[in-house]
């Protein structure tokens, strides 16, 4: 019940096109979903993030889409480019002492 | 720049052996997270403190320890170590729960290999 799950796990996208990347979780108690940015060689760093209580957030190129009904949600990068290239986590916690869990992973690559 | 710090950066040892990664939190944070990444592979949650005391385990191998101090830095302690456990371990802090944003902050990691 603790589980996220994430896909795909890897993305090829044209540079200007839309990369989406979808999740999936059971955990009704989860109320924190954010989506962190991963460089080789980096540790994650956080991209955006939303609460259970709005179905949009944008930011930028990036918008997370929210499904509370289908426990799903999606980080869509418009506009994409080759900067974008590294790896996506999203993530789900809940308050308190804010165990979070992760899924595991989408590397997306920007081709020019 | 995170604001959290660990070292080593690179870590190299053979099976059977013993090491200790160590990470400094973001001032002010009371939480730390370990975490590590194998090869193309994702976060596993190994542990997490708060204010010195383990708040949450996750896959965390018996042969792993980990431990925060007064200070707030936390290290943690890998013993008999085998192939296997050659990855990045990542640290991360965050608020205490009266200033919960939700948002982990993490080091830029300690890469182990294990020959």
């Known amino acids: 019940q603790q589980q996220v799950k994430q896909s795909p796990q890897s993305l090829i996208v044209q540079k200007g096109g839309i990369s989406i990347i979808n999740c999936a979780y059971e955990?009704?108690?989860?109320?924190?979903f954010p989506w962190y940015q991963q460089f080789p060689g980096k540790g994650p760093a956080l991209l955006i993030a939303?609460?259970?209580?709005?179905s949009e957030k944008k930011e930028g190129r990036f918008t997370i889409s929210f499904n509370k009904s289908a426990k799903q949600f999606s980080l869509h990068i418009m506009d994409s480019q080759p900067g974008d290239s590294a790896t996506y986590f999203c993530a789900a916690s809940t308050g308190g002492y804010q165990k979070v869990t992760f899924g595991t992973g989408t590397k997306l690559q920007v081709i020019p | 720049d995170s604001g959290v710090t660990q070292t080593p950066k690179h870590l190299i040892t053979a099976t059977g052996q013993r090491v200790t990664l160590r990470c400094s939190p973001r001032?002010?944070?009371?939480?730390v997270y370990w975490y590590q990444q194998s090869l193309d592979q994702g976060l596993q949650f190994l542990i997490q403190y708060y204010n010195g005391e383990e708040r949450a385990k996750g896959n965390i191998l018996e042969r792993f320890s980990a431990q925060q101090f007064p200070d707030l830095h936390s290290e943690l302690n890998l013993s008999s170590l085998e192939l296997g456990d050659s990855a990045l371990y990542f640290c991360a802090s965050s608020l205490a729960a009266g200033g919960y944003t939700g948002e982990l902050f993490f080091g830029e990691g300690s890469r182990l290999t294990v020959l």
């Open positions: 939303i609460r259970p209580d709005v």
């Open positions: 001032s002010g944070d009371l939480s």
């Open positions: 955990n009704t108690a989860f109320d924190y």
